[in-house]
Every structure is written in C-alpha cells, then in structure tokens.
C-alpha cells in the first residue's frame, strides 16, 4: 500500500515486530463487533495450526468444496516472508472447522488441511481440505475492488474487545480508505480486526448477496482486549482480481489414471490420461480425458478431449481401454461406482468413450449391474479374449473367504457385442485359496495364439530367510474362459511385489506378449530416487527370469510414475510410457511429465522426457 503512511507502518510492524499484526503465532484469539447469529456465514472457517504451547488460530473462507482461501502469513515460519509459502502440506497439523458459529457446539465440520497453493504476489493461501464439504455453500467472490468509503463486513474468530479466546464467530464493520492492486486499507467503523481474524473474510453484502471483496491481513488492533493501540487502521488482502487464480486452483487436476491405445486409427499407440477434477461450487464432480497423440519420433502436447459436464467422480473411475467395437481405433472404458442401491446392493457401471479419430464421444453407458457388484472389489482389464477382433473387458474379482478360510478369487468377463458389454459370465473361479489383496492382473496374447489372456503378478510373501517372493501366473483363454492360472515365473532372488508396478506388451516383437515391471529401487544416500525396469520375456508358455533394462542414474521416483506399454513408434515392439506427477508450480498449476522408455527388442533405450506440462 503506497498511499498512507500509517497503513505501510502496520504493514511494517507485521514484519519486523509481529507485535501488533495478525501474522503472529500467538494462541487463537475475532473482530471486535457483535456475535453472529446461529448458523450464520456458515462458510467461515476456524483453522487451528500446529499443536500444544505452539498451536495457533486463523480465520479463512470456504470458497470451495474443498478449498479454503485464507492469509499464507498464517501458515508462514518464523523469521520468514509471509509469501508465497513452499507448495504442499502445511508444515504444522493443521485443521479447519467450518459451519460451527458457537465453537462449543458440535455443528458444522471438522477437516484436516493437507495442501497449501500460495500466491506469489499477496498474502493469500489456498489450502485444500481432506475431504469436501459438500452441505455448506462456499462464499462467491467479489468481481470489482473496494472503493474509497465502501463498508465492509469481517468476520473472524478473533479476540473481541472483551474476550482474549472467545467462541464464537463475531462481525463487525470497517470502512475502505484505499486501495491498491493488491491490498486495501480499512479503518474501524464499530469494528476492528484482532489476532486470530487472520486470513478471515471482509464481505460486501449487497442486493441480498454476500461476496467476499478481501481477506484479513495486518492490523493495528485498536479497540482490541489487551491492546493499548490507538491506531485505527489495517490491510486487507483483495481478492476480486484472484478470481481466475481461484478457479484453476480449484480445478487443479489430481490422480491420473493412464491407458494406452491407437485413439486416432493410424497405427502408432497413443497414451490417455483421466484426470479427477475434484468438486464443483454446485456440489458436482468433475473429471476430464486427456490424449497424447504419437507423432511416432514422440508425442504432441495433451489435447482434453472430453470435460464431464454433469456430475462424473473421478474418484470413483477405474479405467482401462480396448478397441470395443472393432473399428481399428481404440477407445476408453471405465468401471464405475454408481454406490449402493435403496436395498443394499452394489452398482457398478461401465462407461465408454468412443474413438472418433480426433477424440472421444461423450461416455456412454454400456454395462449396468442388475445385482450385487462391488466396484471396490474389481480389478478391470481389456483385451480381445475370445478372438472376434473386438476388445472385452474382464474384471478380477474379490470373493472374500470361504469357510475353511480360503481367499476366493474370480474372473468376470464382458464380451463386446460392438456396441455394448453383454452381462459378465463367470470365466475362471478360484479352487484353492487366491488372495484377490496379493494380485495385480495384466492381460496379454501370452501364448500368440490370437485370444488375449491373463495374468496375475502375485505377493509371495517373504520366505524364511527375509527374502522377498513374487510369482507370475498365466491364465491363457481357451475363447469361452480362461483356463486354471499355470505358475509362469517364481521368483529366486528377492523381489518385492509391493514395489513392483507391472505392464504387458511385446516387448521384443516376436508376437508374444512378454511383461515389463517398474521396480522402487529405494532412495540413495545422497536422496536421489532410484528406480529399475524389468523385462520378463515370454516364451509361450512361461516367463524367462527378469533381465534389468534400465536403472536410473539422476532421481525418479517410482512412487509417483504411472507406467503404460504401447507400440508408439510403429516398429513392431512395444515400448514403455510414464506419465510422471511432479510439483505444483509457484501459480498453482500442477506439473506432470510424459516418459517414453524405446525398445530395442533386447533392452531399453533411457527414458525421453517427451513432455512437461500442465493439463489445465
């Protein structure tokens, strides 16, 4: 703030003392003026930062489902600048209650924040909650600046004129003096803004609608309990002109799924990425498609080729991806959660988004269970298993335990009639005991015989002396179902299932399908990530024992690389993609990475960082 001298000394006194400014790490304590109505301005949040003698308190806003906006100061180090704040989880526990007016009471919700997106140029924090909430309506933004003589209306949780921890939300009014582009000077007009108002709302309520024109930042607390300052003024952070910034935060896409597949029919595979979107300000969930397009020397930047517009979760898609109706375009199925019936059932639904060659058709529902069918329990994957060239889907499926104690698995399949799944047959169930928990199921034409087949990476478990046990077992499709799982590999060394990430794919181009592993090397001394890929070469009828084609020599980091197999340069031999999830960017966007690993049909060429990005 450049146009008043006192304002720029509060804005000082923050900094340098904290003796007066609401940037201190002092106990909670709100805004002089009166306590709210019950229920009212239920889109206020108290936040409680960090623990015991150290734990401090802030006001925020809900702005979103899942989203708080409130000052970064809050959140700062001592000694350090109040913005922008390193991206990620706040450094002390931190949790929100929303909706509870009277802090004694048990109203409203109580959520833990786990990640924090600064601005680089204010004193403002979006800080994401674990879960949303979905029964409170989250306050809209202001979409012109405060004027000089405009009345505000703040809230906060602070410390009044008589209570130093009060509890309750309080209101009171302060008049705009100024402002700049990106603060604004108030002083009292009946209220005044505390310690623990930090980060807490300054409405404008006009027309019956309340919206938020900016956020609490410093002040000199006059008026305050314990303060002996004269000084009438404080800084407020605004938000009108963040409005964008907001909506992309909100936005941020999160938990990719990948998929391979040739989307554009000409001969090279592509890779799919399905982002989950989080919650819409109107309760909706948001979910959208991306496709990487091989220009066959690599891929060209991700083009969304569908957003949901209606409610689409996310969160509850598992996605896989099969030319279904047999065009010579692939295209994207998922298994859905469509949750439980009004008489307890299980409803699982399949979506599929249709190739047109140049993107997606809107999904279509071409699968809905009539009984029982636990999405949580089904692990969905694609493949032409009966050999009329079109892709089905079969789902691995969680029986439970039987009597005797044995873990039961099944096969489902879904044969592709072109245009939609028919019912799923029951292809394979488990005589002696499967534990669904121990398997990753991957499909593949193992045997080169035309049909697709099945096969299960499995946990071992550790054997006496340590060592870690992986097997491998092939369940190979006899067109009708799939015949009793044969044991194709076993390891001899240890090798860890839990760190294993395995993809099928022809790996050496001699029409059999083989099977890549993504292994978690651990983390070197010096922090790097180390992680490994392993071919297991099929032979017909087993898997040879792994052959390490690559280990990486600067940092990456298994935990978060998706991988994916396709033919993307057209050579005959399946190659390996990663989609990597890396940091969020200083403006909030997130930033992912495309890996392609090149098959030399004996080993692997490094990986080719192909892309760096943001889907947004």
């Known amino acids: 703030m450049r146009s008043s001298r006192r304002v720029r000394g509060a804005a000082l006194l923050a900094v340098v003392t904290a003796a007066g400014a609401l940037t201190v790490t002092s106990p909670a304590q709100a805004v002089v003026g009166d306590a709210v109505a019950d229920g009212s301005y239920a889109f206020t949040a108290k ?18 489902a899942q989203w708080i906006l409130t000052a970064s100061s809050c959140f700062a180090a001592a000694g350090q600048p109040a913005f922008p704040l390193p991206a990620g989880a706040p450094a002390l526990k931190t949790t929100a209650t929303i909706g509870r007016t009277d802090l004694t009471g048990t109203g409203g919700k109580v959520v833990e924040v786990t990640e924090l997106v600064s601005r680089t140029d204010r004193d403002l924090v979006m800080a994401k909650l674990a879960q949303p909430v979905t029964d409170i309506a989250p306050l809209p933004l202001a979409d012109s600046a405060p004027v000089a003589g405009e009345s505000l209306r703040a809230l906060g949780y602070g410390r009044t004129a008589t209570s130093w921890v009060p509890d309750r939300l309080h209101a009171g009014t302060v008049a705009v003096t100024a402002s700049d582009a990106t603060t604004v000077a108030v002083t009292r007009d009946g209220g005044a803004i505390c310690k623990g108002d930090a980060g807490g709302p300054a409405l ?41 910034w907001v909506t992309q935060v909100r936005g941020l896409p999160k938990d990719p799924q990948v998929t391979s597949g040739d989307f554009n029919g000409d001969g090279r595979e592509d890779i799919a990425a399905f982002y989950d979107n989080g919650t819409a300000v109107d309760g909706k969930r948001r979910s959208s498609l991306f496709a ?15 957003a949901s517009t209606g409610s689409f979760n996310g969160a509850a898609v598992k996605l896989t991806s099969g030319d279904y109706n047999g065009d010579g375009k692939g295209d994207v199925a998922v298994l859905y959660n469509s949750g439980q019936a009004a008489d307890g059932k299980y409803v699982s639904t399949v979506f599929t988004f249709t190739s047109n060659g140049t993107g997606f058709a809107a999904p279509k529902q071409t699968w809905t269970s009539s009984g029982s069918f636990d999405w949580s ?13 079109k892709d089905d889907l079969a789902v691995f499926y969680n029986g439970g335990q039987a009597a005797d104690g044995k873990f039961v698995s099944l096969v489902f399949t879904f044969t592709s009639n072109g245009a939609a799944f028919n019912n799923p047959t029951t292809s394979w169930t488990s005589s002696g005991s499967f534990d669904w928990s121990k398997s990753k199921p991957v499909p593949g034409d193992f045997n080169g015989d035309g049909k697709d087949d099945l096969a299960v990476f499995y946990n ?20 009708a179902a799939f015949n009793n799982p044969t044991t194709s590999w076993t390891s001899s060394g240890s090798f860890n299932w839990s760190k294993s990430k395995p993809v099928p794919g022809d790996l050496n181009g001699d029409g059999k399908d083989d099977l890549a592993v993504l292994y978690d090397s651990g983390q070197a001394a010096d922090g790097k990530y180390a992680t490994t890929l392993f071919a297991f070469t099929g032979n017909g009828t087993g ?60 080993g692997t060429k490094a990986p080719v960082k192909n892309w760096t990005g943001s889907v947004v």
């Open 204 to 244: 404008r309520e006009q027309d019956g609608k309340v919206l938020l024109a900016a956020v609490h930042s410093t002040s000199w607390q006059a008026g305050c309990f314990g303060s002996d300052e004269t000084r009438p003024g404080a800084v407020e952070t605004r938000t009108d002109n963040i409005v964008d």
């Open 460 to 479: 071992g478990g550790q054997a006496a002396d340590g060592k870690f046990v992986s097997l491998a077992f092939t369940f190979t499709s006899n067109g």
């Open 47 to 64: 936040l409680d930062i960090g623990e015991g003698d150290a734990k401090r308190a802030c006001t925020g806003s809900l702005v979103d």
């Open 292 to 306: 990487f397009y091989s220009t066959g020397t690599g891929f060209a930047e991700p083009k969304r080729v569908w």
């Open 377 to 389: 329990k089904s692990k969905p994957v694609s493949g032409d298993f009966n050999g009329d060239g």
């Open 543 to 602: 898997f040879a024992a792994p052959k390490q084609t690559w280990a990486s020599t600067g940092s990456f980091n298994w935990d978060v690389s998706l991988p994916t197999s396709g033919d993307y340069d057209k050579d005959g031999k399946d190659d390996l993609g990663v989609l990597y999830e890396g940091s969020t960017a200083a403006d909030g966007r997130r930033l992912d990475s495309l890996f392609i690993f090149t098959s030399t049909a004996t």
